[in-house]
Each structure stands twice: as structure tokens, then as C-alpha cells.
């Protein structure tokens, strides 16, 4: 189904996608992000990361809103696509490996508010996964999650592009393919 965005906003998105694109269904969450790369729109950056290090805190802290997009397994037979807010530092005390190469979503977000005392409101949106076999494609469950996952992307824009309270945007709209 199309959505119409603005083709202007003020407000600056970032979409990363991360994960492993060698391992599977792991790389759902880069297929989501060159999904949203593909809409062209001029307020939407994305980013395609096999994970998330320190250097990307410069990508976040220029924008106003961070969705993260990452693979979650679907052990417990749930098949749907979860948003959740980034909020304090809830995540941050889980034991990483490797030191601080490698982050999650609250990690990386509270080492933004560090170094630069601010960071944008974000989510992390996470796509169900059956597998993270490098010699198997993309399960069905991941490219329809990969495809519920754009239409949420692509509601959130048209939501936070022309919020609720605001009057009905004028200006010309690009049609979106979610799909």
C-alpha cells in the first residue's frame, strides 16, 4: 500500500539496519534499511552495519529520531514485528563481548549521551528470524517481516513527517512502496 510523505521536513530520521548479512536471517535488519534507502526521501539517512560500534554515535547525534533495525529469533512461534523505545540505560549493563567494539541499541545510545550530552528519541524495531545458517536465503518469515517491518518504518515517517496535531501538509508528496 503507498504512503505520501512530505517531500521537505524539518526533522532528520535514521534508519540502521544491522546484523550479519553472511549468517541468514541475520541480515534482515540491512535489507530493511536499503528497503527505506530506496524511497530517496531527503529527510531519511540510513545506515547498513554488521553491528553497532562506538563510530556511529556520530551518525546518531545527527538526527532527531533513530530507528534501529535488528533480527530477533521467533522461538516462542511469534511472527511479529516489535518496536520498542530506547529509554535510559535499562540495556547498557548486559555483559558485552569483546569489550566496547561491539553495541546494542541502549549502548550505543547512552555512549552518544555521553560524548555529546544529547541523543535523539530512537527505537529498536526488530524483525522475526528462523535461522542464522550462512548457507541458507532469507526464510519466509524474514522477508515478510522484512516487508511489515518497511510498513512500519514507513507509517512512522507519514506520522512524525505530519503529526496529529498539525493541519494537513500543502506542499507535493512522493508516492512510497513499502513493499
Excluded at 549468517?23 to 547498513?48: H, P
Excluded at 514485528?81 to 535499562?90: A, L, N, R, Y
Amino acid at each position: 500500500m503507498p504512503i505520501s510523505l512530505p517531500t521537505k521536513s524539518a526533522e532528520r530520521f535514521l534508519v540502521i539496519g544491522y546484523g550479519n548479512e553472511r549468517r541468514g536471517d541475520d541480515g534482515v535488519g540491512a535489507m530493511v534499511a536499503r528497503a527505506v534507502e530506496r524511497w530517496q526521501l531527503q529527510s531519511v539517512t540510513t545506515l547498513v552495519a554488521p553491528q553497532l560500534t562506538p563510530s556511529h554515535a556520530r551518525d546518531v547525534i545527527e538526527a532527531d529520531y533513530v530507528i534501529f533495525v535488528d533480527a530477533c529469533g521467533s522461538r516462542s512461534g511469534n511472527n511479529s514485528v516489535k518496536i520498542e523505545p530506547i529509554v535510559g540505560d535499562s540495556q547498557v549493563r548486559r555483559k558485552l563481548s569483546g569489550g566496547m567494539q561491539c553495541l546494542n541499541p541502549w549502548t550505543l545510545m547512552s555512549l552518544t549521551r555521553q560524548r555529546y550530552d544529547h541523543a535523539p528519541q530512537a527505537w529498536l524495531l526488530q524483525v522475526p528470524t528462523e535461522h542464522f545458517d550462512a548457507q541458507r536465503p532469507l526464510s519466509r518469515t524474514a522477508l515478510q517481516g522484512c516487508d511489515r517491518a518497511t510498513r512500519t518504518i514507513g507509517q512512522f515517517l507519514k506520522t512524525y513527517h505530519q503529526p496529529v496535531y498539525a493541519q494537513p501538509a500543502q506542499p507535493s508528496h512522493k508516492v512510497l512502496s513499502c513493499a
